[in-house]
Nanobody, 117 residues
Framework: QVHVVESGGGLVQPGGSLRLSCAAS????????WGWYRQAPGKQRELVAS???????NYADFVKGRFTISSDNAKNTVYLQMNSLKPEDTAVYYC???????????WGQGTQVTVSS
């Protein structure tokens, strides 16, 4: 059994910063790929950023230059540093951890990020 838990969400003013963390625990050795997704009310879930075990990264255009994804493979943890936050970044942010097996695909419960003055 693998558990994925996000933390670090909250309320921040426009232009502010937040750092999200996500940790996987349980019967795993390492993750092949991590992804941060978000879902705003009435919208579909969308990819924000991803990082592979080899630390190749990918970002959605709407966060390039503002968000940075990083990982600690030894700790099975991934981070999302979010700077210059905008009201449109308001959403529930979800962590996705993909392992090396076909069925190794895990999601966290999500953490709320609200950008408002």
């Amino acid at each position: 059994q693998v558990h994925v838990v996000e933390s670090g969400g909250g309320l921040v003013q426009p232009g502010g910063s937040l750092r999200l963390s996500c940790a996987a625990s349980g019967s795993i050795v390492s993750m092949k790929r991590w992804g941060w997704y978000r879902q705003a009310p009435g919208k579909q879930r969308e990819l924000v950023a991803s990082i592979t075990y080899g630390r190749s990264t990918n970002y959605a255009d709407f966060v390039k230059g503002r968000f940075t994804i990083s990982s600690d493979n030894a700790k099975n943890t991934v981070y999302l540093q979010m700077n210059s936050l905008k009201p449109e970044d308001t959403a529930v942010y979800y962590c996705n951890a993909v392992g090396w097996g076909v069925k190794d695909d895990y999601w966290g419960q999500g953490t709320q990020v609200t950008v408002s003055s």
